[in-house]
Antibody, heavy 127, light 109 residues
Framework: QVQLQESGPGLVKPSQTLSLSCTVSGGSIRRGDYYWGWIRQHPGKGLEWIGHIHYSGSTYYNPSLKSRVTMSVDTSENQFSLKLNSLTAADTAVYYC???????????????????WGQGTTVTVSS | QSALTQPASVSGSPGQSITISCTGTSSDIGAYNYVSWYQHHPGKAPKLMIYEVGLRPSGVSNRFSGSKSGNTASLTISGLQAEDEADYYCSSYTFGATLFGGGTKLTVL
């Protein structure tokens, strides 16, 4: 059974860059029908999709965050990562890494939802 | 403001049925059958309950069902149980992005 585990700092200063990693265990990140992504939840608010990446390197980002987001994948380590720059207090949230299952050609051909989630890591942006 | 609109809260008594709505547009929910529903108990990871509008992953109770009409999707939980009390989120995939609703808090009275 595939499991995801986030790692990264719990406290980051404003204007700095947040770097989070997600380790995939129990399965390979090199599956064509999976996209590996990040979802966050602000305190007391709903879920917000940040974006996802395919092991081939194709990325899709939330248009509202696109200018500040970079995702990457390390197939040798079975990990994927998130960088979010120019942080403000509004980026304080619980960050989940997640697996979205799609068809092997495109999520627009078939989309089966987020079937695996990490436990989430709390990130606070404060000086 | 979330991309998809859900009621903030719903409630029901044990054994009853409840329905949570999720309204989008003709570009997302109305365009594709890629609606998913998630159950989220605070402090835990969300859990996929429904995908492709009305399909249940293995292990999810058949008390949970989903449907869609036009730009609105719905999640129905029948035979409410105490453990169903949680936050529920709808989601729709469209044009290279995944949208979420604002979430609905289900209270089992």
């Amino acid at each position: 059974q595939v499991q995801l585990q986030e790692s990264g700092p719990g406290l980051v200063k404003p204007s700095q860059t947040l770097s989070l990693s997600c380790t995939v265990s129990g399965g390979s990140i090199r599956r064509g029908d999976y996209y590996w992504g990040w979802i966050r939840q602000h305190p007391g608010k709903g879920l917000e999709w940040i974006g996802h990446i395919h092991y081939s390197g194709s990325t899709y980002y939330n248009p509202s965050l696109k200018s500040r987001v970079t995702m990457s994948v390390d197939t040798s380590e079975n990990q994927f990562s998130l960088k979010l720059n120019s942080l403000t207090a509004a980026d304080t949230a619980v960050y989940y890494c997640a697996r979205e299952r799609c068809s092997s050609t495109s999520c627009l051909d078939s989309y089966y939802g987020v079937d695996v989630w990490g436990q989430g890591t709390t990130v606070t942006v404060s000086s | 403001q979330s991309a998809l609109t859900q009621p903030a809260s719903v409630s029901g008594s044990p054994g009853q049925s409840i329905t949570i709505s999720c309204t989008g547009t003709s570009s997302d929910i109305g365009a594709y059958n890629y609606v998913s529903w998630y159950q989220h108990h605070p402090g835990k990871a969300p859990k996929l309950m429904i995908y492709e509008v009305g399909l249940r992953p293995s292990g999810v109770s058949n008390r949970f069902s989903g449907s869609k009409s036009g730009n609105t999707a719905s999640l129905t939980i029948s035979g409410l149980q105490a453990e169903d009390e949680a936050d529920y989120y709808c989601s729709s995939y469209t044009f290279g992005a995944t949208l979420f609703g604002g979430g609905t808090k289900l209270t089992v009275l």
